[in-house]
């Protein structure tokens, strides 16, 4: 069965309610979690050198502060149900490329994520990283709604 699973969390509600159900889901197979939280990379707007530090910095903080919220909850998750968990913070503008580059560099076995479960034209729009993490993986994912 599944040893080492990838968790990965935006910090939203419904990224929450996956969480638990993963960790859940570890601790009946025995398996250990990785947590993953991806920020996108500062962007800059405009090019003064004093405005873009100033601007980077407040990126930086925003989103180490964005991935200590979300993979604490996943922390706190497995520690109260005696799941292993490691935590991890990357940066990337494609986040369903760093969940799966994540799960095969950590060995893990199969990736447990949550799904806003969006049809039709607002899934087509909005596009879905749930979706691509589908259509490129190739360990498997167990998606969970």
Avoid: W
């Amino acid at each position: 069965m599944y040893k080492h699973i990838l968790l990965p969390t935006d910090g939203s509600e419904l990224s929450g309610l996956a969480v638990h159900a993963g960790v859940q889901f570890a601790k009946e197979i025995g398996a250990r979690v990785t947590a993953l939280h991806v920020t996108p990379p500062f962007h800059p707007i405009e090019m003064t050198p004093s405005v873009y530090t100033a601007h980077v910095e407040e990126h930086d903080a925003k989103a180490k502060e964005s991935a200590r919220r979300a993979l604490e909850a996943v922390t706190d998750a497995a520690r109260a149900a005696g799941v292993p968990c490691t935590t991890m913070h990357r940066v990337s503008y494609s986040p369903y490329e760093a969940i799966i580059a994540l799960a095969a560099e950590a060995g893990c076995d199969l990736i447990f994520m949550a799904s806003h479960g969006r049809r039709g034209v607002a899934a087509l729009l909005l596009g879905s990283e749930t979706n691509k993490v589908l259509t490129h993986s190739k360990i498997p994912v167990l998606i969970t709604r």
